[in-house]
Structure formats: structure tokens, C-alpha cells
């Protein structure tokens, strides 16, 4: 069974940094992909990043430049540095791990393995 469990979230001033991570256990497959969604209060969930095992990689415009996916361990997937965080980041972060690749909509592409875990909270001051 695939479990996710996404950590790294916490509360930083306007300008810091937090690295987020989606630690996937049970993956039976050698390909992967990974969404990254985020649901502020009273708001609908939105795509963040995704990053696929082939290397392709889609961010939403407003988070451009300032978020990057860094390698983690060869056990672990990628995990989401976030830099020059702002209030608007302030969210609930979810990951979702999907067996495929980045689509052309920008969001992982293929049969969804494992759908949100209990999420991440980062909340940035400002």
C-alpha cells in the first residue's frame, strides 16, 4: 500500500525558507511523479509544483523563482524548497503521488497511487 507523509512545513517571516517533503513509502514502481497542491483558509486547493522521475518539472507563476525541487535521498522523491516565502504562501500543503509524468495542464499525468496525507502547514508572517 503507497503512503505519503508530507513534513517541513512551519511559521517564518516574510522572506524565509522552509524545504517540504513527501516522503513515499510502498512505491512499487521505478517511475514516478509528484504533485504538490496547497489550500489556504476558505480558499480552493491550487497546484503548486510537480516533479517527475524524467526530470520534468511544472510551478505555478506566482511561486516561479522562488520555489525549486532539490534532490533528497535516492529513497526519498525530491523534496520542494521554497524560498522568498510570502503571506500568500500561508497554506496547507498536500503532496499526491501519481504513476506517470509533468502534463501539458501542468499537473502529474497518470494513475493517481496515493491522494493527499495529512498535509504540511506553513504559515509565513509577514
Known amino acids: 500500500q503507497v503512503r505519503l507523509v508530507e513534513s517541513g512545513g512551519g511559521s517564518v517571516q516574510a522572506g524565509g525558507s522552509l524545504r517540504l517533503s513527501c516522503a513515499v513509502s510502498g512505491w512499487p514502481y521505478s517511475r514516478y511523479c509528484i504533485d504538490w497542491f496547497r489550500q489556504a483558509p476558505g480558499k480552493e486547493r491550487e497546484g503548486v509544483a510537480s516533479i517527475a522521475s524524467d526530470g520534468r518539472t511544472n510551478y505555478l507563476d506566482s511561486v516561479k523563482g522562488r520555489f525549486t525541487f532539490s534532490p533528497d535521498s535516492a529513497e526519498n522523491t525530491p523534496y520542494l524548497k521554497m524560498n522568498s516565502l510570502k503571506s500568500e504562501d500561508t497554506a496547507m500543503y498536500y503532496c499526491?503521488?501519481?504513476?506517470?509524468?509533468?502534463?501539458?495542464?501542468?499537473?502529474?499525468?497518470?494513475?493517481?497511487?496515493?491522494?493527499w496525507g495529512q498535509g504540511t502547514q506553513v504559515t509565513v508572517s509577514s
Open positions: 499526491r503521488a501519481v504513476v506517470g509524468s509533468v502534463g501539458a495542464g501542468g499537473y502529474c499525468n497518470g494513475r493517481i497511487m496515493a491522494d
